[in-house]
């Protein structure tokens, strides 16, 4: 009998507990072994993942920060992770293109296939922080921030949406150093992103088309823009494609990225936050296994 260990996330922007009672009941109807544990404090993901007995796979039910807590916890284990999309912006499962629905989306793990997927890593004073999608610092920092958390319950993405649209005017530029496997760029910026993978708003805002979470690459997007017109013009740009012949879009790709300011600037990593800058980001190849669909 297949065996998953089911992680949720009580205070999550989208969980429900009783859509996680249906998800539970999906698994066990199809003749799967459920053992089902809900987070009690930040950082209890990750020790409920590094503590599991074995099973054939560890899914999560809530945001990317919880899914990142738990791959924290995985990372050396030969198990795959299964998806099932309960926070603000789910953006790992949009860039994988799984389900958004989360009976749907239990149904993908149950009748998927495992996947090796890059990942993002940083070095902080409390330890590593993974990455799936993507690492950054200024305004998109700022912006996931300050978004509160009963507008992201009530919304979803779209209250980050809500929120860029009355901050843009706002919007000024600073100097980024970027080292890029050695080499350094100085870059005027507003926002500059390590990305994992291609989309921020899947699959409606992509960064460029040429990022993919299976590459071997990192990826750092730095995006200019004083005030709303210009920040309003990288906007249509990255909704037409990623802004990749923009004078307004600078693209750097390598293994090691560091993202460097005169003043500290804030930093997320997967929509949380992770201090200020400086901060170096790491590949690491091939390094997790998500479950998606077959076909």
Request: proline share 6%; aromatic share 6%; with cysteine.
């Amino acid at each position: 009998m297949a065996r998953a260990l089911l992680i949720s996330n009580p205070i999550a922007a989208r969980t429900d507990r009783r859509v996680l009672a249906r998800v539970e009941s999906a698994f066990k109807n199809q003749g799967w072994s459920v053992d089902v544990a809900e987070t009690k404090y930040p950082g209890d993901a990750t020790e409920i993942a590094a503590n599991a007995p074995a099973v054939d796979v560890v899914a999560v039910y809530g945001g990317d920060g919880t899914v990142m807590q738990v791959v924290h916890g995985i990372i050396d284990k030969d198990v795959p992770l299964g998806l099932i999309p309960g926070g603000t912006g789910n953006l790992l499962a949009g860039n994988l293109r799984l389900p958004r629905n989360p009976e749907a989306a239990a149904r993908t793990i149950m009748s998927g296939t495992p996947k090796r997927i890059d990942l993002g890593v940083v070095d902080r004073s409390g330890g590593p922080r993974y990455f799936a999608v993507a690492s950054g610092a200024g305004y998109v920092a700022d912006l996931m921030a300050g978004t509160p958390s009963a507008s992201k319950k009530k919304w979803g993405i779209a209250a980050y949406v809500a929120r860029a649209v009355r901050t843009l005017g706002g919007v000024r530029a600073s100097v980024y150093q970027i080292t890029v496997d050695g080499v350094t760029s100085e870059v005027e910026a507003a926002t500059v992103l390590v990305a994992n993978c291609g989309e921020i708003i899947p699959p409606i805002l992509s960064l460029g088309r040429g990022i993919s979470y299976e590459d071997g690459l990192l990826n750092a997007v730095a995006l200019r823009a004083n005030g709303l017109f210009e920040a309003a013009r990288v906007a249509f740009e990255l909704l037409m494609g990623g802004g990749d012949n923009s004078p307004r879009v600078s693209h750097f790709r390598g293994t090691s990225i560091e993202i460097a300011t005169d003043t500290p600037r804030p930093v997320q990593m997967d929509g949380e936050e992770a201090g200020f800058t400086p901060f170096t980001a790491r590949l690491l190849p091939g390094a997790l296994q998500v479950i998606v669909p077959k076909d």
